[in-house]
């Protein structure tokens, strides 16, 4: 059925190349969520990104608020980033030992934010949180770990885990391949639920290695936590003698140079950085206290490595962006510019009577078609309601807004929107909604 007021745009060369890319990769992608499965149509093809815009293989042109899903806080194509990688890779792309480079970006992070005092640089989050957890293994001499339902970690095994049935279980496998054997070394929860953890400390007492946390999660919905919730998971883990993971592969650099750990003063025993340090280009990381971060090869026996990792190109791409967000009051701007867009959004939808939030924090938001005025689990999220986010996916794509296709994830603002693309973009969304609401 077509519900739109608009007609769709094209998508005849994306659909094109889709059908190509089908014949070279499973589902025609190579990361499942952009076959775009959960709303309408074939995937867009991305020829090119400038600002915050993108523009498609049909030439259709988008404010696009994905973002690359988090690393370009400062939209697509900046020409500081740009000069920088262009000039780093006159002297050649990679030479697996050590650069100058790797130090220059390190020293921005650690000289900035009071969380880690040694880092290692990794390729993706995922190696960053998988190895984060190896650290914490080590580090412990313990095996087990907590994490949270509405929590994604990357998809190394031992985090490719969902909750099994009754309050405390081990995790079921969420993807085939994953040895049960591991499954069973993972414990997974619900978030906000403090009996719950506690309840998993008393079942698994001296077993629990670490507890990782997204520091804000936004993977599942933008599941914001209470402060008294983050302290007491803080206070548990030192209880217990477990590490506090924060996984800050989106929060980190995002809600602000220090990421979640600032926005809650809480200091994680283990941080995980991914996304922004790369400015578009793959780094991950993990860092620590020095005396943890000791445990790492060669200093210690934890084992971790990597062929590019600190890859030239990539860190002066890190080191062009993070150089630009430590500049005083590039975040003020930012998220301010997000609260109103937010808050205008949610001022209409609250006028005419929808069931439709718009939850915000720092330049992430999420569209929640609930009337719930705080969503803080995964399972407070209706199923359900994805119906209309697909529906409002197709009406925005055919009024030019790029949005994640999928109901569960969360969008970014970068610093390239301007008010008047903002305000293009609530005018598109404030329609698109009238259309699912007077369709459904
Ligand atoms: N951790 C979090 C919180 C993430 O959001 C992601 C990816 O979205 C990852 C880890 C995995 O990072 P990557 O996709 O770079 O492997």
Request: hydrophobic share 40%; glycine share 10%.
């Amino acid at each position: 059925v077509h519900t739109g007021s608009k007609p769709d745009i094209s998508r005849e060369k994306s659909a094109e190349l889709y059908e190509k890319a089908k014949t070279f990769f499973p589902g025609g992608v190579n990361s499942p969520v952009r076959a775009f499965k959960s709303v309408y149509g074939t995937p867009l093809f991305i020829q090119k990104g400038d600002g915050c815009y993108v523009w498609d293989a049909d030439g259709n042109q988008f404010i696009d608020f994905c973002g690359s899903w988090g690393p370009l806080i400062l939209g697509h194509n900046h020409p500081k980033i740009r000069e920088k990688v262009t000039e780093v890779m006159q002297n050649g792309m990679s030479f697996g030992a050590p650069t100058a480079l790797e130090n220059e970006l390190a020293e921005l992070i650690i000289k900035n934010n009071k969380f880690v005092e040694k880092i290692r640089f990794t390729s993706s989050g995922t190696e960053a949180v998988m190895s984060a957890i190896r650290l914490a293994r080590g580090y412990t001499g313990k095996d087990k770990i907590i994490k949270f339902e509405g929590c994604y970690h990357g998809h190394s095994d031992s985090l490719l885990v969902k909750a099994g049935s009754g309050l405390v279980t081990f995790g079921e496998t969420s993807s085939q391949g994953v040895p049960k054997s591991f499954a069973l070394e993972t414990i997974v929860i619900p978030l906000n639920d403090k009996d719950a953890i506690k309840a998993a400390f008393e079942q698994f007492k001296d077993e629990v290695a670490a507890v990782i946390i997204e520091g804000i999660p936004a993977n599942n919905g933008l599941l914001i936590q209470d402060q008294d919730y983050v302290e007491f998971l803080q206070q548990i883990c030192k209880d217990n003698k477990a590490l506090l993971i924060f996984d800050e592969v989106i929060t980190g650099f995002r809600l602000g140079f220090e990421g979640a750990a600032a926005h809650y003063g809480v200091k994680p025993d283990i941080v995980t950085y991914g996304k922004i340090i790369g400015g578009g280009l793959p780094v991950g990381m993990y860092g620590a206290s020095a005396e943890i971060m000791g445990h790492i090869s060669p200093d210690g026996g934890v084992y971790q490595a990597g062929t590019l990792s600190g890859n030239p190109v990539a860190m002066a791409a890190g080191i062009a962006q993070l150089t630009e967000l430590s500049r005083s009051g590039f975040y003020k701007d930012l998220n301010a510019k997000t609260t109103e867009f937010a808050e205008s959004i949610q001022r209409f939808a609250t006028a005419r009577n929808y069931k439709f939030k718009v939850f915000h924090v720092g330049s992430i938001f999420w569209f929640a078609f609930t009337d719930k005025e705080a969503i803080k689990t995964a399972e407070d999220i209706d199923p359900q309601s994805m119906d209309k986010f697909k529906v409002l996916h197709r009406e925005l794509l055919n009024r030019g807004i790029y949005i994640g296709p999928s109901g569960y994830e969360v969008g970014f603002v970068s610093a390239a929107h301007t008010k008047i693309e903002l305000e293009k973009a609530k005018r598109a969304i404030l329609e698109g909604l009238d259309v699912v609401f007077r369709n459904k």
